[in-house]
């Protein structure tokens, strides 16, 4: 269908005379058809999850992270995997000359190489380049070193950032060459640059990770061609990252004996159930006693204690009360407070919690516990992994029984303590 816009005359002054008469071709959505996207592996697993099962041709992926967190790294292994399937790759650098990033593949022992490497950060020439090489993949490290010829601006301005984004952008889409832009960080750990950068793409990740831990999350908090909050687990090794495909073997500590103030939560991270220990600790606290979560929100466990001096009659006036999430992993599901309230019992009445139990349900003002979604997908995870009993809201309880897995639903907090109690 072919429409023709006419613009009165009395409008002609009005800044519409460039479209006055032209033709302008509209669709209907019903009329539009529809493909399959076409993917393109990383070669890694745990990549390819977060993206939605690979990279989309044209698509502009944006990964942001701490400096030395891995995104170099990562980026590089990825170009050259993808490299040996046969894919035409392009790695721009502006941070690196050719010869480091030789160097860091020598490291990776990424033998024989053939990814092309190209030195440049003025985006006019870089867009001349891509004329001529022609490439499928292309990384970008980093996209706030990038400058523009006509803007006066210095590179990584919010200025520069925004235009060479687009710029880059454009070209790419309109060639369909996927675009893979690595962006620096502030101190609040927000991508650098104006927030219209996260718009302009179709993905954005954050790396995430502890510097005292090898262990890395890549989390998609934007794809427009999958799930967001899915999250990839990596392990930082001298030969570079490492995919894990078990992460639940990372999030939990081996004790040779079973320890008071540990409880294992069963959590969501995207559309994987993941198995994480959360660690209590109750402590002689004074007159102003401290309260500190690391991996959980702080305010949230304040609120917990309130309701479990309220419901349980368990008071924390004068002790302190730590919690931390093991490895490093960052919870913000209010299903982790059930496992959260019981780690910090058990480290109260300084009795570990029976061997075999994993735990979630979110816990309310009033004591009740609240479901959790996808309960059952939970329950079956911790039984594969050897976990024998589950304390879940009643909510949650499956209509056919787990094999090899005991269930314990419970409606209110105390009742939750009282199987605790009668399993001790």
């Not at 990776?108 to 053939?114: D, E, G, V, Y």
């Not at 609040?188 to 954050?206: M, N």
Request: charged share 20%; proline share 4%.
């Amino acid at each position: 269908m072919i429409e023709t816009i006419q613009v009165p005359s009395n409008e002609k002054n009005r800044g519409y005379q460039s479209i006055a008469g032209e033709e302008v071709f509209l669709e209907k959505i019903s009329e539009i058809s529809t493909q399959t996207v076409a993917r393109l592996s990383t070669g890694q697993d745990e990549l390819d999850r977060v993206l939605g099962g690979g990279l989309v041709v044209g698509a502009v992926v944006l990964i942001g992270g701490d400096p030395g967190i891995g995104k170099s790294t990562l980026l590089l292994q990825c170009v050259d995997a993808m490299q040996r399937q046969g894919i035409s790759t392009l790695y721009m650098t502006g941070e690196e000359s050719n010869s480091q990033i030789a160097l860091r593949a020598k490291r990776l022992r990424l033998n024989n190489s053939q990814v092309s490497v190209l030195s440049e950060i003025c985006v006019e020439k870089i867009i001349a380049y891509l004329e001529k090489i022609k490439p499928q993949i292309i990384v970008l490290d980093s996209i706030q070193t990038v400058y523009s010829e006509d803007i006066s601006a210095s590179p990584g301005s919010v200025t520069q950032v925004r235009e060479c984004a687009q710029m880059l952008t454009r070209y790419c889409k309109t060639h369909n060459i996927t675009l893979i832009l690595i962006g620096h960080v502030t101190k609040e750990g927000t991508l650098a640059g104006p927030k219209i950068l996260e718009h302009t793409v179709d993905t954005v990740l954050y790396f995430e990770g502890d510097g005292n831990s090898s262990f890395r999350l890549i989390r998609a908090i934007k794809n427009r061609f999958g799930a967001v909050n899915e999250v990839g687990v990596f392990a930082m090794t001298d030969k570079g990252l490492r995919q894990v495909n078990n992460p639940s073997a990372l999030f939990l500590s081996h004790h040779s004996t079973p320890v008071s103030g540990t409880c294992i939560l069963v959590t969501i991270e995207g559309t994987r159930p993941m198995l994480v220990e959360i660690q209590a600790l109750v402590d002689e606290g004074g007159a102003s006693p401290r309260r500190l979560s690391v991996g959980l929100e702080r305010d949230r466990l304040a609120m917990l204690l309130a309701v479990l001096h309220r419901h349980a009659g368990v008071a924390f006036f004068d002790k302190d009360v730590f919690v931390n999430a093991v490895g490093g992993v960052r919870i913000s599901e209010p299903a982790a407070d059930l496992a959260v309230l019981l780690a910090i019992y058990s480290s109260l009445r300084e009795r570990p919690l029976p061997s075999g139990v994993v735990v979630f349900g979110e816990v309310g003002l009033a004591g009740e516990v609240r479901p959790a979604p996808r309960g059952l997908e939970r329950c079956r995870e911790a039984s594969k992994l050897g976990f024998s009993r589950a304390i879940i809201p009643k909510a949650n309880q499956p209509k056919q029984a787990i094999e090899g897995m005991q269930i314990f639903p419970v409606e209110r907090l105390e009742q939750a303590i009282g199987v605790i109690k009668d399993l001790w």
